[in-house]
């Protein structure tokens, strides 16, 4: 959340050790004025109740018209069941927010009889209706009908009331987790908008136990009946991704200071549980991004906060007249492992470009795989072999690969991994989708 000049993170931690723990999951605290540059504050929430004596998981920050804010968060309390919670700041005058406040009255949310004890988590950002009533969403499974973002409503952050209605209901999905519900602006518009019911196309988010994965989708939410229509396909697992690489249960807010809704995305561990004791830390944040509704009215558009720019220091240029089949041009003066680059390349050639298979548009993840960065094509692949070694037997490559549909070009983009470690029993999975962009119309990328 951004409050009083300040930007602040909170995340699920461990202060005890590098792996999820055992009833001691709390929340971490850090503080920024640019997004880019973090101070670490000693953790915001911590099990010490019998509401959450057994952890502190997500939840969401929510400021109220006064100024002030307020968490929302799920406590697994004393019997272990999932129950939500409410937290204040003990000084709302401090601009570090260090110590919380946990009211005795908590849990606020009882895990619902139609529940079960373990299936009930990640209240969301708070908003009001147009009754004066504050909503949030609550992911949940509910019993013999599958995956639910539910709605509850208050006047006070003390009693809730659930609707009647879900706000969606996922039946094929199993359970989803951390919904993220809020409006946008209209197509192509980058002006972010604060969480609210009235006027606006919305987007739901949800993250989907069953394969690890981030879907959301564009759609109406009537504030009335509280309940959320997509746009398009009605099975979650259908609707486009937040991101193709490996990140999860990613969370949004709005920044009032830029006017724009930034993106968070974390990207948990694949390595061993002994790698991650010997390497002291797990799991790490990505770069926040900005996201704003596409021209289209139906995707999201995405791109690093500007703040990362500030980054940038030492600059190196690179023409390339041409790259032959099999070429590789090492790009000198780039040191160390963090580097952001813009590339352009040029493709004068398409219709020489293989027929895509239309089965293949189902599972690009699969066909980046089939087709890694070692297997020769018509137009591609072409790209970048980052995070290499002197004698290349370890590098990333990031390429792309153009295909031929009907009158018609797609765009693959691949991340293949399946190079960039030596060691054995490493996860190296290729990621890559299908990019929305008319090739033939820009003449390159």
């Known amino acids: ?66 100024g002030s804010p307020v968490m929302l968060y799920t406590g697994i309390d004393a019997r272990g069941d ?83 209605d879900p706000l969606y209901l996922a039946h094929a999905a199993g359970m989803v987790e951390c919904p993220d519900l809020f409006p946008v602006s209209e197509p192509g518009v980058e002006v972010g908008l604060p969480a609210s019911g009235a006027g606006a196309r919305h987007v739901l988010k949800m993250s989907v136990m069953d394969t690890v994965q981030d879907y959301y989708v564009v759609g109406r939410y009537d504030d009335t009946a509280d309940t959320f229509v997509p746009e398009d396909d009605d099975d979650c697992r259908s609707w486009r991704r937040l991101d193709y690489g490996h990140v999860y249960a990613s969370k949004s807010f709005f920044d009032p200071s830029k006017n724009r809704r930034v993106l968070w995305g974390w990207a948990n561990e694949s390595d061993s549980v002994s ?13 926040p991004r900005k996201i704003w509704l596409d021209e289209d009215g139906k995707q999201l558009r995405q791109w690093p906060v500007e703040e990362i720019e500030t980054l940038r220091s030492k600059r190196v240029n690179l023409l390339i007249p041409e790259v032959n089949a099999g070429g590789v041009n090492e790009i000198i003066g780039v040191m160390g492992t ?22 293949w548009l189902l599972d690009p993840q699969s066909l980046c795989g089939e087709k890694g960065a070692s297997v020769p094509g018509s137009v591609g692949p072409f790209g970048l072999l980052v995070m290499a070694s002197g004698d290349m037997q370890e590098h990333t490559a990031v390429f792309f690969r153009v295909f031929r549909q009907n009158d018609k070009y797609k765009v693959l983009m691949c991340t293949d991994l399946s190079r960039s470690s030596t060691r054995d029993g490493v996860y190296k999975p290729p990621y890559g989708a299908f990019v929305d962009m008319d090739i033939e119309a820009h003449g390159g990328i």
């Open 275 to 287: 790698d991650d004791l010997v390497r002291g830390w797990s799991g790490v944040q990505t770069v």
């Open 82 to 164: 999932q129950v939500q919670n409410v937290a204040f700041p003990k000084n709302a005058s401090d601009p570090l927010l260090v110590e919380w406040v946990k009211p005795e009255y908590n849990p606020v949310i009882p895990v619902p009889a139609d529940i079960k004890r373990d299936d009930f988590r990640d209240p969301s950002t708070a908003w009001l209706g147009a009754d004066g009533l504050w909503r949030i969403a609550v992911a949940a499974r509910v019993h013999d009908v599958g995956g639910a973002t539910l709605i509850y409503r208050s006047k006070d952050f003390l009693r809730w009331e659930r609707n009647a």
């Open 338 to 359: 963090q580097a952001d680059v813009e590339v352009v390349f040029e493709v004068p050639a398409l219709e020489h470009a293989d027929v895509l298979e239309p089965n």
């Open 1 to 66: 959340m951004y409050h009083n000049g300040l930007y602040h993170f909170f995340y699920q931690y461990n202060p005890d050790g590098v792996t999820w723990g055992n009833g001691n999951l709390s929340w971490g605290h850090s503080v920024s004025v640019d997004l880019v540059n973090w101070f670490a504050l000693d953790a915001a929430l911590q099990p010490s109740r019998s509401f959450d004596a057994n952890g502190c998981w997500s939840g969401s920050a929510t400021i109220l018209p006064d």
